[in-house]
């Protein structure tokens, strides 16, 4: 009877115990490892061009939280800076010569493309994730979504046609790609610089930076870039846009003085 009593008194004091573990089970657990973050900063938020514009350098500042520092010290993480111009549909003609004469005899549009797109990273994109990624999220000229408007025949000549337009926006100078581009100036701060090109695209363009760890993206922050034209340039460019037949009787106007004006001068001397 003793045992049986020391027993029943055993199990009153554990019970208390028993009910506060099974609460302490019951509580969700939190992880104590934050997320990655990214913050970027531009040295201007807009670009003016003259007369005498001959392109600019942007230069992107950025501040990396919550990182590895192990990961980071071996090279894991990777950012990729990118200037992205306005989006319009953009045409690519073939010529051929028939009777020794070139002509346009096929052309291909491509919908909703950047007119200027520059791109800066810590290593080749290639190498810093899949390019299933990069074709997802149209980062790198080889990457950048180029789909045909109402294209109706072989699929053949589409890759012909890709080719044909990153071509000649690289020979133009819109397009252009350094893999080096972004550097670390400490542990948690990194910058970045882009060109701009001489004939860079009136209008907002966009700045994207991309964050990967290991391969893997963690984020991505964008801001405007408003790059305009001023002086003489801006009201010309006014004048053709919202007053195109006051523009053109203006030209035909001046062409004609400037023309009758030097063949007076000429038939004087």
């Not at 600019?56 to 990961?71: C, E, K, P, V, Y």
């Not at 984020?219 to 801006?234: A, D, H, M, Y």
Request: hydrophobic share 40%.
């Amino acid at each position: 009877m003793r045992q049986v009593g020391l027993f029943v008194a055993a199990c009153l004091l554990l019970a208390p115990l028993g009910a506060e573990a099974q609460v302490l089970l019951d509580q969700p657990t939190t992880s104590t490892t934050a997320r990655e973050t990214m913050e970027i900063g531009t040295s201007t938020s807009e670009i003016a061009i003259t007369s005498d514009f001959t392109g600019a350098d942007l230069t992107i500042f950025g501040a990396l939280s919550n990182t590895d520092q192990l990961l980071l010290a071996i090279g894991q993480y990777d950012v990729v800076v990118v200037l992205e111009g306005p989006r319009q549909n953009a045409t690519v003609r073939k010529k051929e010569r028939i009777f020794g004469i070139w002509v346009n005899t096929r052309s291909m549009t491509f919908e909703h493309v950047p007119q200027a797109y520059s791109l800066s990273s810590t290593r080749a994109v290639d190498y810093i994730t899949a390019p299933l990624e990069l074709n997802d999220r149209g980062i790198g000229m080889d990457h950048i979504q180029l789909t045909p408007v109402g294209f109706v025949g072989s699929g053949a000549d589409v890759p012909e046609f890709r080719q044909a337009f990153r071509r000649l926006q690289m020979v133009r100078g819109l397009y252009e790609s350094d893999p080096a581009g972004v550097r670390f100036v400490s542990s948690s701060l990194f910058r970045a610089t882009l060109r701009l090109p001489a004939d860079v695209p009136n209008g907002v363009h966009t700045v994207r930076a991309y964050l990967f760890k290991s391969g893997k993206f963690l984020t991505e922050r964008s801001l405007p870039l408003r790059v305009i034209k001023t002086g003489i340039e801006q009201t010309i460019t006014d004048a053709a846009h919202n007053r195109p037949i006051t523009y053109g009787a203006f030209s035909v106007l001046l062409a004609l003085i400037t023309g009758w004006t030097a063949s007076f001068v000429f038939r004087k001397s």
